[in-house]
């Protein structure tokens, strides 16, 4: 089921490169991150509880509520 043919090769790739037309800096998007001590940026983070099969959806709900049980995200607003 498997061969080879031969066939044309385009070695012509980027050649039509053009330059990126970037917004000005005050219509540019922003996040919601932080500027750490060293100049850095950094993002803030989100927790979530995923399950891949539907017999896990009650373990998931579990451990949400004992996140939430525990107010160990209280520090995190």
């Given at each position: ?26 219509e ?8 750490r ?13 995923l ?16 996140v ?10």
């Amino acid at each position: 089921n498997v061969y080879l043919r031969d066939f044309e090769r385009d070695y012509e790739h980027g050649t039509d490169v053009r330059e990126t037309p970037f917004l000005p800096d005050g219509e540019r998007a922003t996040f919601m991150g932080y500027r750490r001590s060293n100049g850095k940026v950094g993002t803030r983070n989100f927790i979530a509880v995923l399950t891949s099969v539907n017999c896990s959806a009650s373990v998931a709900r579990f451990i949400v509520e004992e996140v939430n049980r525990s107010g160990m995200l209280r520090d995190y607003p």
